[in-house]
């Protein structure tokens, strides 16, 4: 039982708590220490129509500004229990017969949050995502093009926005069957649709191969000596005049850092975890291999270890 001061046993003594009123009472003077208290704690009395649903859970979900009507509406449930079947049944089929201006954007944003999720992408990405579909969306210009890739597009340049980019490889591998080509034009028709909308450019955000670097390092299961020799090396090759993409850098100096380790990465692995084909990488390191000991910090590799690079 807890305890509480009490003013007029001028002590702390033991109180209790009047669910229905919410007072806290001291158990010896009787004296109403706090009233009308707010119980902070989860309820859990069901409000299911029958014993086989046990969810406690008499809430909805969060509004949603994008929806028309704040993603608030009743949804009739399927009936799961012998009494008012039919009443259930009739209502929930006449509700599906009515029009729902909203069920194309519900859909959309589903399957947006489904290819977040499995990116592992926080929920500020799929907001913008949703926020840049529902722009699209408004334009009525997106009907007869491929669907998948208009979200896979739109998911891609809310990385982008927020600074937590995804390759076109990593967003196709979650995108339900759009490739990387559809994907491109989608991004490429969305951002001249809006910018004309705008009347102004479009904000996407610069790519820099540090922004992938780390994610590629822990595919490869790389230790924290490697991954920080890593990063240093690639935030020193941004003063070089390589003109190669951010993604192929980074696995450019990957493949250099793993040669000059204990735990070195066949090019074959390096490919797989970065998404960047193996020419791409040879051709890369073969731009960075003049500036390695500029590049490559001391602490993880003298001068007399950069002999053991292979020769591009």
Same mark, same amino acid.
């Given at each position: 039982m807890a305890e509480a001061f009490c003013p007029d046993c001028k002590r702390s003594t033991e109180v209790v708590f009047d669910h229905s009123a919410g007072d806290t009472v001291c158990l010896e003077c009787g004296l109403v220490l706090e009233a009308h208290s707010i119980d902070e704690t989860s309820e859990w009395r069901t409000f299911a129509n029958e014993s086989a649903d046990n969810d406690p859970v008499r809430v909805g979900g969060p509004s949603n500004p994008l929806l028309t009507d704040g993603g608030l509406s009743t949804v009739i449930s399927k009936p799961n229990g012998a009494q008012g079947d039919f009443l259930s049944s009739s209502l929930g089929r006449w509700q599906n017969r009515g029009s729902n201006p909203d069920r194309s954007l519900i859909l959309a944003f589903r399957t947006i949050a489904n290819m977040a999720d499995r990116l592992g992408l926080v929920a500020t990405i799929k907001d913008r995502a949703n926020e840049i579909y529902k722009k699209?969306?408004?334009?009525? !210009?997106?009907? *007869?093009?491929?669907?998948? +890739?208009?979200? #896979? @597009?739109?998911?891609?340049?809310?990385?982008?926005? &927020?600074?937590?980019?995804?390759?076109?490889?990593?967003?196709?591998?979650?995108?339900?069957?759009?490739?990387?080509?559809?994907?491109?034009?989608?991004?490429?028709?969305?951002?001249?649709?809006?910018?004309?909308?705008?009347?102004?450019?479009?904000?996407?955000?610069?790519?820099?191969?540090?922004?992938?670097?780390?994610?590629?390092? !822990?595919?490869? *299961?790389?230790?924290?000596? +490697?991954?920080? #020799? @890593?990063?240093?090396?690639?935030?020193?090759?941004? &003063?070089?005049?390589?003109?190669?993409?951010?993604?192929?850098?980074?696995?450019?100096?990957?493949?250099?850092?793993?040669?000059?380790?204990?735990?070195?990465?066949?090019?074959?692995?390096?490919?797989?975890?970065?998404?960047?084909?193996?020419?791409?990488?040879?051709?890369?390191?073969?731009?960075?291999?003049?500036?390695a000991a500029r590049i490559i910090p001391a602490s993880f590799a003298k001068e007399q270890d950069l002999k053991n690079l292979c020769s591009p």
């Open positions: 699209v969306e408004d334009l009525k !210009s997106i009907r *007869g093009r491929n669907q998948d +890739a208009i979200l #896979a @597009a739109c998911l891609y340049i809310a990385c982008r926005q &927020e600074d937590r980019p995804r390759t076109v490889k990593e967003i196709c591998s979650v995108a339900n069957g759009a490739t990387k080509k559809e994907i491109g034009r989608a991004k490429e028709y969305i951002v001249k649709q809006l910018e004309v909308e705008m009347g102004q450019s479009m904000e996407m955000g610069t790519i820099h191969a540090g922004d992938f670097l780390r994610r590629f390092c !822990s595919h490869l *299961g790389m230790s924290n000596q +490697a991954v920080k #020799a @890593a990063q240093e090396a690639v935030h020193k090759s941004e &003063e070089l005049d390589i003109r190669r993409s951010p993604i192929s850098i980074a696995a450019a100096v990957i493949y250099m850092i793993t040669q000059l380790s204990e735990e070195k990465k066949p090019l074959r692995d390096i490919s797989l975890a970065t998404g960047v084909a193996e020419g791409t990488i040879r051709n890369s390191y073969k731009d960075l291999y003049p500036y």
